[in-house]
């Protein structure tokens, strides 16, 4: 059974950095599209970055060069780095995985259980 498991949360000040990482099991992270959200309390979930079978990365407008997603097919793991954080990125993030490389969330499958990151100004 496919299992996503995210770690690396905490908080942290404005222009800090944080790394996120996302490891899978049940399934092989290079035989599939991978993918980060978010969700701050009373929005929608907003998919930030992506990565297909082959290293092709998506980015939102949002974290678009100062967030960057890779993955290792050896660890099985996926990563978020994320730099120059600013209050506005505080939410729950949520790796993801599913056959389409796309930031919609409907169109992932397989979800973890999230972790916080909290920016203060």
């Known amino acids: 059974q496919a299992q996503l498991a995210e770690s690396g949360g905490g908080s942290v000040q404005a222009g800090g950095a944080l790394r996120l990482s996302c490891a899978a099991s049940?399934?092989?992270?290079?035989?599939?599209?991978m993918g980060w959200f978010r969700q701050a309390p009373g929005k929608e979930r907003e998919g930030i970055a992506s990565i297909d079978r082959f290293g092709t990365t998506l980015y939102a407008d949002s974290v678009k060069g100062r967030f960057t997603i890779s993955k290792d097919n050896a660890k099985n793991t996926l990563y978020l780095e994320m730099n120059s954080l600013k209050p506005e990125d505080t939410a729950m993030y949520y790796c993801a995985a599913g056959y389409i490389f796309t930031l919609r969330s409907p169109d992932y499958i397989y979800w973890g259980q999230g972790t916080q990151v909290t920016v203060s100004s």
């Open positions: 049940g399934y092989a992270v290079s035989s599939i599209y």
